[in-house]
């Protein structure tokens, strides 16, 4: 089963040339439904490539298909895999090929999930074409990554850290050199060890209460090599924070700037041989958005204008 990428993206919108957010969600919801009242000429946008939009409901909630409409020009050709027999396509006047891309609004912040179906399926950027061309709003919009935002700040005042996940190249492993804790002495003996890698490491610690001499001790060794960890691959840590009045709390900080993605593993048929690609997409991709709601929602709360 394929594996596919799932990507995040604010819409913004452009006036006097400056790309700001939204302090309101857009009525997507809305403007789905009038995409399915309308003619498909309406919903059509020619600009580098033919686009055109349509809907697919599922679980009683509408989704967008984006598609993008080969070319007359594209080579296209069916092989019969038993057989071997090759048949060319020819495309008519009423009908068109399309590659076709999943794309779910999701209900804070003005954030889609995207799914591409394969390269050539239309990218955030043709979604950004199509929602500027199909003349359904006032606004110029802008599509661009949600990004998570390094909060290296926030392990000065975490009481500890149940969980840290850390990715280091080969390249950062030198900046390592001379810190005595125990994250930074376990990365180095592994690239001392096996020589140009990359380390993946996660450190958990049992949310009891008895260990919370090891969480803080797990806390300290990663504020040591917080100047490393920023420059990694990837690092991101669970921490835990006192409140005097109550319980723990725990927040899951990410601690390196990258744009909010999550690979899927996506059906194509049922038992039965039913295609049920588009749905299983819409299923992976609302999947990731639970999965990382957390991180999107602060990303695009505090990520900036």
Not at 51 to 76: S, Y
Not at 126 to 145: C, K, Q, S, V, Y
Not at 190 to 208: C, D, H, L, N, Q
Not at 253 to 272: G, N, Q
């Amino acid at each position: 089963m394929k594996e596919r990428t799932v990507g995040f993206y604010e819409i913004v919108s452009v006036r006097d040339g400056q790309a700001k957010r939204m302090s309101e969600p857009m009525d997507w919801d809305g403007m789905l439904s009038d995409l399915a009242r309308v003619d498909v000429s309406e919903r059509t946008v020619d600009a580098d490539a033919r686009l055109v939009g349509t809907l697919v409901t599922h679980d009683m909630q509408d989704h967008l298909l984006l598609h993008r409409v080969k070319g007359a020009g594209e080579w296209l050709s069916v092989l019969n895999y038993r057989t071997g027999d090759l048949r060319e396509l020819e495309e008519s006047a009423q009908e068109g090929y399309l590659d076709t891309s999943v794309i779910c609004f999701l209900p804070f912040g003005n954030v889609v999930g995207i799914m591409q179906g394969g390269i050539s399926a239309p990218s955030h950027k043709a979604l950004e074409t199509w929602l500027n061309g199909i003349g359904m709003f006032r606004d110029t919009f802008e599509l661009r990554p949600v990004v998570t935002h390094a909060e290296v700040e926030k392990l000065k005042s975490a009481a500890g850290a149940s969980r840290v996940e850390v990715k280091v190249m080969a390249n950062n492993m030198s900046a390592l050199s001379g810190r005595t804790g125990g994250l930074a002495r376990t990365l180095r003996v592994a690239g001392e060890a096996y020589g140009e890698i990359s380390v993946t490491m996660i450190i958990s610690v049992p949310r009891k209460k008895e260990l919370a001499k090891h969480r803080e001790h797990l806390l300290a060794d990663l504020a040591e090599i917080s100047d490393v960890v920023t420059g990694a691959e990837r690092a991101r840590a669970r921490l835990v924070f006192s409140d005097p009045g109550g319980p723990e709390q725990t927040q899951l900080v990410e601690l390196v700037e990258h744009s909010i993605t999550a690979k899927k593993r996506v059906p194509a048929t049922d038992a039965e041989g039913r295609s049920i690609r588009i749905v299983s997409a819409v299923d992976a991709i609302l999947g990731a958005a639970a999965e990382h709601e957390e991180t999107l929602q602060r990303a695009v709360r505090t990520g900036g204008p």
